[in-house]
């Protein structure tokens, strides 16, 4: 066979791209696993031929902040994996959406996005872009006729995030993007619940799809990227202004991280919402339980939009608890033996994290616990909320 699979389908398969597409494996001497060019500048034998790649950064290595071949394998695996033409790498997810708005919009312009998106996007709307000239208006998503309210004549991009990370509230993603795409609005996404094995956002009419890579991309809990991913035009608009003038890239080793820690995305991606569910199962049945969110759960008010967009919900979750009795919300996480107390998800550990602990949103349960769901067995992490939950 040839080393590598050089052309793109669109019946590709998830494996042959996540295996095989763009890895150049003829021009590298054919190494299974790609190389690692942690290098920060490329050489050329003659001035001409530097002056002739200086014209053409995009393409062409001649420094790692504009292009550099480890990260340029992975650019190429993730567009495909979400059915785009090109993506672009940045050091961590908030830095590929800051990135991409600063280089798509200008002072006057006027964002409408969901409410509640991930919290320091949040900060970057409410508080930072009103500084330059840029207004954000932040409606309930959960009825796509809001965001046809809140739009303005200088309406330039309607934000969404679907599911949040923290309650799971959903947009009706192909609703928001014909009628944001009737007007020439643009529409941007943050996929990183799904990733785009579970939601292909591109298939259902978004322009720009972005995501945290420092949950299931990457997978082992010891990187921190972004990934932002659209057509031709804007890719070459973010590449000029977000990645060759603010700057915010990914280093080469860790693009080399994601690379390795994307072979087994699907296996482990499968594995955390299997574990999720069997724990969700068990809880729902438990009398201390008040309820489970989880957008695939029976409970859960928006349950047939999910089924209709979404492949599948991932491994994360919110368990909300009935009054405490014997101990607090913080006691019953310190109790738990095979759940670390941190932020962030997507790794090979599971995880908890007091509700309250990350602020007070509008409609957010008292008496909750975000849960995240490892590779762990699931009678391990059902074993051990039995027994917290206990003396609760
Ligand atoms: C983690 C996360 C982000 C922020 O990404 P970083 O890589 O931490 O900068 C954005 N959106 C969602 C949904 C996230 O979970």
Redesign the pocket.
């Given at each position: 066979m040839a080393l590598t699979l050089k052309k793109r389908s669109k019946d590709m398969k998830t494996s042959s791209i996540i295996n095989h597409y763009g890895e150049e494996r003829e021009t590298y001497l054919g190494p299974v696993a790609p190389p690692l060019f942690q290098t920060s500048n490329f050489c050329f034998r003659s001035a001409k031929e530097l002056r002739k790649a200086l014209h053409n950064e995009f393409s062409e290595p001649v420094y790692s902040r504009g292009n550099n071949p480890t990260v340029a394998i992975l650019r190429k695996k993730v567009a495909a994996l979400e059915g785009m033409s090109d993506c672009l790498v940045f050091a961590?997810?908030?830095?590929?959406?800051t990135a991409t708005v600063l280089s798509l919009l200008s002072s006057g312009d006027h964002i409408v996005s969901v409410k509640k998106?991930?919290a320091?996007?949040g900060y970057f709307f409410s508080e930072m872009l009103p500084r330059f000239g840029i207004g954000v208006s932040m409606v309930d998503g959960r009825d796509p006729g809001n965001f046809m309210k809140a739009i303005r004549p200088e309406t330039k991009l309607i934000y969404l995030?679907s599911p949040?990370?923290l309650t799971f509230e959903i947009q009706d993603i192909e609703a928001v993007a014909n009628m944001a795409s009737e007007r020439n609005i643009l529409t941007m996404i943050?996929n990183?619940?799904c990733t785009p094995l579970y939601q292909k956002p591109a298939g259902m009419g978004i322009d720009i799809v972005?995501?945290?890579?420092?949950?299931y991309f990457s997978g082992h809990s010891d990187m921190?990227?972004?990934l932002v991913c659209s057509n031709d035009e804007i890719i070459q608009k973010v590449f000029v202004s977000g990645m060759m003038a603010l700057g915010g890239i990914i280093s080469p080793h860790d693009a080399w991280l994601m690379l390795r820690g994307l072979r087994t995305m699907p296996l482990r991606l499968e594995k955390s919402r299997q574990n999720a569910e069997a724990l969700i199962r068990f809880l729902e049945g438990h009398a201390r339980v008040e309820r489970v969110i989880y957008p695939f759960s029976e409970s859960f008010p928006q349950r047939e939009l999910a089924a209709k967009q979404m492949k599948g919900a991932n491994g994360l979750f919110t368990v909300v608890l009935k009054e405490p009795g014997k101990k607090s919300i913080d006691r019953l996480c310190e109790s738990l033996e095979h759940f670390l107390l941190a932020v962030?998800?997507?790794g090979y550990e599971s995880l908890v994290l007091p509700l309250d602990a990350v602020g007070s949103h509008e409609g957010m349960p008292a008496h909750a616990v975000r849960v995240y769901a490892g590779l762990e067995e699931a009678e391990t992490l059902i074993g051990d909320f039995r027994q917290a939950l206990d003396d609760y």
């Amino acid at each position: 066979m040839a080393l590598t699979l050089k052309k793109r389908s669109k019946d590709m398969k998830t494996s042959s791209i996540i295996n095989h597409y763009g890895e150049e494996r003829e021009t590298y001497l054919g190494p299974v696993a790609p190389p690692l060019f942690q290098t920060s500048n490329f050489c050329f034998r003659s001035a001409k031929e530097l002056r002739k790649a200086l014209h053409n950064e995009f393409s062409e290595p001649v420094y790692s902040r504009g292009n550099n071949p480890t990260v340029a394998i992975l650019r190429k695996k993730v567009a495909a994996l979400e059915g785009m033409s090109d993506c672009l790498v940045f050091a961590s997810g908030s830095a590929a959406v800051t990135a991409t708005v600063l280089s798509l919009l200008s002072s006057g312009d006027h964002i409408v996005s969901v409410k509640k998106p991930y919290a320091w996007v949040g900060y970057f709307f409410s508080e930072m872009l009103p500084r330059f000239g840029i207004g954000v208006s932040m409606v309930d998503g959960r009825d796509p006729g809001n965001f046809m309210k809140a739009i303005r004549p200088e309406t330039k991009l309607i934000y969404l995030e679907s599911p949040n990370s923290l309650t799971f509230e959903i947009q009706d993603i192909e609703a928001v993007a014909n009628m944001a795409s009737e007007r020439n609005i643009l529409t941007m996404i943050d996929n990183t619940y799904c990733t785009p094995l579970y939601q292909k956002p591109a298939g259902m009419g978004i322009d720009i799809v972005v995501h945290s890579a420092s949950k299931y991309f990457s997978g082992h809990s010891d990187m921190v990227a972004g990934l932002v991913c659209s057509n031709d035009e804007i890719i070459q608009k973010v590449f000029v202004s977000g990645m060759m003038a603010l700057g915010g890239i990914i280093s080469p080793h860790d693009a080399w991280l994601m690379l390795r820690g994307l072979r087994t995305m699907p296996l482990r991606l499968e594995k955390s919402r299997q574990n999720a569910e069997a724990l969700i199962r068990f809880l729902e049945g438990h009398a201390r339980v008040e309820r489970v969110i989880y957008p695939f759960s029976e409970s859960f008010p928006q349950r047939e939009l999910a089924a209709k967009q979404m492949k599948g919900a991932n491994g994360l979750f919110t368990v909300v608890l009935k009054e405490p009795g014997k101990k607090s919300i913080d006691r019953l996480c310190e109790s738990l033996e095979h759940f670390l107390l941190a932020v962030s998800w997507g790794g090979y550990e599971s995880l908890v994290l007091p509700l309250d602990a990350v602020g007070s949103h509008e409609g957010m349960p008292a008496h909750a616990v975000r849960v995240y769901a490892g590779l762990e067995e699931a009678e391990t992490l059902i074993g051990d909320f039995r027994q917290a939950l206990d003396d609760y």
